[in-house]
């Protein structure tokens, strides 16, 4: 008897299942690195050995990018792995996406200093939007005070690996961390700019560590 989709039924729970891995693309991000996939920028990357598939940014003067060349990423999900450390004003980590040039894009970072904070005005600049150059973090918090930076409530460890997720639409960006079920930021994006380029990012006298890029565009 030939075999066809008309006398076969698929469970359900498989259709939604392969309609929902399609879209969905994992990177490790040292094999990106090591087929010179990856530009950097203001900074000089490695495999970070310690860490299976993990890549570092060194620290340097500044703000630093690792821009991925061949992936394009515009609306939709990232996902990815950061490491950064307990060093007051010294560890700025996160994701550049809608990257147009080396100095022109969007972001979102997180201050892992800040996560054991007791200063209120610490806790309060925990996770950060930024849209370079026009507006930084020290702009919007002068201009529009606690609209683009947040606490989070269940803090992780400033030394130790956290989840990152960051959901991007047309107009919007909502930011989750770890398990917490909640967006510990939503913003609206201050760009209408389009830009497919999607890169690693870090602040001003900065390392950091990365692993488990996940892309589920929409």
């Not at 950064?84 to 996406?97: C, D, H, T």
């Not at 030394?159 to 997720?165: E, G, L, P, S, V």
Request: charge should be negative; aromatic fraction near 12%.
């Amino acid at each position: 008897m030939r075999f066809t989709l008309k006398n076969t039924v698929i469970p359900g729970f498989l259709i939604l299942f392969s309609i929902s891995s399609w879209g969905q693309q994992s990177y490790n991000l040292a094999t990106e690195y090591q087929a010179d996939r990856i530009t950097a920028v203001n900074r000089t990357l490695s495999s970070f050995t310690k860490y299976a598939n993990a890549l570092e940014m060194n620290a340097m003067e500044g703000d630093g990018l690792g821009i991925l060349k061949e992936i394009e990423f515009e609306t939709g999900t990232i996902e990815i792995d950061l490491l950064g450390e307990n060093n007051p004003g010294k560890s700025f980590i996160g994701i550049a996406f809608n990257i147009e040039d080396k100095k022109t894009y969007e972001a979102i970072y997180f201050r892992p200093f800040n996560f054991v904070a007791t200063d209120p005005n610490r806790i309060a600049h925990m996770v950060q939007y930024i849209h370079h150059p026009e507006y930084s973090w020290y702009k919007l918090r002068e201009e529009r005070t606690g609209e683009f930076e947040n606490p989070i409530p269940v803090p992780p460890d400033p030394d130790n690996w956290f989840h990152a997720r960051i959901v991007v639409s047309e107009r919007s960006v909502s930011v989750y961390v770890d398990e917490i079920e909640e967006p510990v930021l939503m913003v609206d994006r201050l760009t209408t700019s389009k830009s497919t380029k999607i890169g690693l990012w870090t602040g001003n006298g900065s390392s950091g560590r990365y692993r488990n890029l996940v892309l589920s565009p929409e």
